[in-house]
């Protein structure tokens, strides 16, 4: 039988395990997540508090948040350069953070026993827990005590950013890198 | 396309980025393999278009667990750290991510990047609300840098890819265009290492040349770089090696004085992080190399005659390199 050379092989058969053509079902959680466990021993540092908040100021600072990168409209420049704290202050004045009142916590309940078959299973922690709690702490008002899914979480994140955006007064906006037209002519 | 730092611009845009969780309920384009982050985050534009959601939108992901516990906490990132690895792979003008545990009340950043990942302690975000504001303000609103994204790789309109390469003498004018990738590492950790075609434009010369661009977190320690070995190589005459056009380390705001432009390199983040010691961590600094011709990949050549002449020049440059002009050290040592 005559050899026959294939002139555009396919790419799956030279490659050993080419990491993106894997599709086998359940293969990433049986294979690639203890690798990935394997591959970062060692390679992974956890922060202690006071380097994690250390971490956070270095990776977004106030100036780079409100000032220096991130502009703001309309121009707040006349009052005192916004803080991390003063926009957790207005956020205090729109209810997104605070103290809980008697019908935040019945709507809570109520989110609770929607939830069925996952939240009663947890029913007697959850009284324990809010057996315990105290009355006068603080707490994100629509925040994850009450959110068991993903689009919750997300509509959670989402309802916080613009209440941010409305509490510096104006639109954030990003700095982007363009091409002068000076180099037009080359093409 | 680009070149010399004259030749841009800084304009402002309303484009911010938000929360979606459309990635929990289809695996996300632009992979082959099925992973569905809990949530992602995308611009706000990308979001609210009907095309498909895909791993090259995707600025950052996080994971969600109903409650904080050492197994959660274990296997959120070990999930995290596979889609990161997947995200990062996808895009190829990003050196690091900052990704998110959410579990319950808490919340751990995490930050990947080619020195090693680095996780904050978890924060209960009742407790600590300011801290939690400057995750989600910083992750949704900051500067494209402090999200891992190049700021000397530039995106024009309809997808193509310029890089900025600031260099000095003769070379000053030209513009480097991104035609396609060839190459881009799918390691968490190691070198990063990206290669595409490109098209370099000069003034005086035309058509273009054809060249290849490549980008890799080097070790600044090693005493030959490729770029240096190139250069001898180059200059001794060997035949059968790639002519180096221009080698340099590519400059970045430094992480606390954001005026300053650095070399950027996985080590300053570090050393502003007291407790942390140089002999845990990878240090590693970002490096433009830009060379030609532009060959053929060995997938395409015509015929296995061809694929063989190939190597046996391969193994001819290497011998030329190794008993006539190098060390023998240096070579096997990069």
Not at chain 2, 75 to 91: C, D, N, P, R
Not at chain 2, 264 to 286: A, D, E, G, M, W
Not at chain 2, 292 to 321: H, K, M, T, W
Request: net charge neutral.
């Amino acid at each position: 039988m005559d050899f026959v050379y294939q002139q555009k092989p396919d790419i799956s058969q030279l490659q050993t395990i080419p990491p993106t053509s894997r599709l086998k079902d359940g293969w990433y959680r049986e294979c690639m997540d203890p690798l990935v466990h394997n591959d970062t021993r060692g390679l992974h540092w956890t922060l202690n508090p006071s380097e994690s908040r250390r971490l956070l100021a270095i990776l977004f600072p106030d100036c780079e948040l409100f000032q220096r990168s991130v502009e703001l409209l309309p121009a707040t420049s006349s009052g005192p350069s916004l803080e991390m704290n003063d926009i957790l202050e207005r956020l205090r004045d729109s209810n997104h953070y605070g103290k809980e009142t008697q019908d935040e916590d019945n709507v809570k309940d109520k989110d609770m026993k929607g939830k069925g078959k996952d939240t009663k299973g947890t029913g007697k922690a959850m009284k324990k827990k809010k057996a315990t709690k105290k009355k006068d702490s603080e707490c994100w008002l629509r925040g994850p005590s009450a959110i068991k899914s993903e689009s919750n979480m997300a509509g959670f994140l989402n309802v916080i950013m613009d209440a941010v955006e409305g509490a510096v007064g104006g639109k954030f906006l990003n700095k982007q890198y363009v091409i002068s037209s000076d180099f037009d002519n080359l093409y | 396309m680009l070149f010399h730092q004259t030749s841009t611009t800084c304009i402002n845009t309303t484009a911010i980025r938000i929360w979606v969780v459309d990635g929990a309920n289809a695996p996300l384009q632009g992979s082959d393999t099925n992973r569905k982050p809990d949530l992602i985050l995308l611009p706000a534009d990308v979001a609210s278009s009907s095309k498909p959601l895909d791993w090259t939108d995707v600025s950052t992901v996080g994971e969600m667990k109903i409650n904080k516990s050492p197994n959660t906490v274990k296997s959120s990132y070990i999930e995290v750290a596979g889609k990161t690895a997947l995200l990062l792979y996808a895009q190829d003008g990003q050196h690091s991510a900052p990704c998110l545990q959410l579990l319950g009340h808490h919340i751990i950043l995490m930050f990947f990047d080619r020195a090693r990942s680095l996780s904050t302690a978890p924060i209960d975000i009742n407790q600590h609300p300011e801290v939690f504001l400057r995750i989600l303000v910083g992750l949704s609103h900051a500067p494209l840098c402090h999200i891992g994204f190049d700021e000397t790789v530039i995106s024009e309109a309809g997808g193509k890819k310029c890089v900025l390469v600031a260099w000095t003498g003769d070379l000053v004018g030209n513009v480097v265009a991104m035609d396609s990738l060839l190459f881009i590492s799918d390691a968490l950790h190691g070198h990063g290492t990206t290669v595409w075609a490109a098209l370099m434009h000069s003034p005086n010369l035309k058509p273009p040349r054809r060249i290849v661009v490549k980008d890799s977190w080097i070790d600044p320690l090693q005493k030959y770089t490729e770029g240096r070995i190139l250069a001898k190589l180059n200059k001794a005459g060997v035949k059968g090696v790639p002519k180096l056009i221009h080698e340099q380390q590519v400059q970045g705001p430094h992480p606390s004085h954001p005026d300053s432009k650095v070399n950027q390199s996985t080590h300053f983040l570090r050393t502003l992080l007291s407790h942390i010691k140089v002999s845990s961590y990878h240090v590693r600094v970002l490096s433009w190399l830009l060379t030609e011709p532009f060959g053929q990949r060995i997938l395409d050549f015509s015929s296995l005659a061809e694929l063989l002449v190939a190597f046996i020049n391969y193994v001819l440059s290497e011998l030329q390199c190794m008993y006539n002009l190098l060390p023998a050290n240096s070579i096997f040592s990069t």
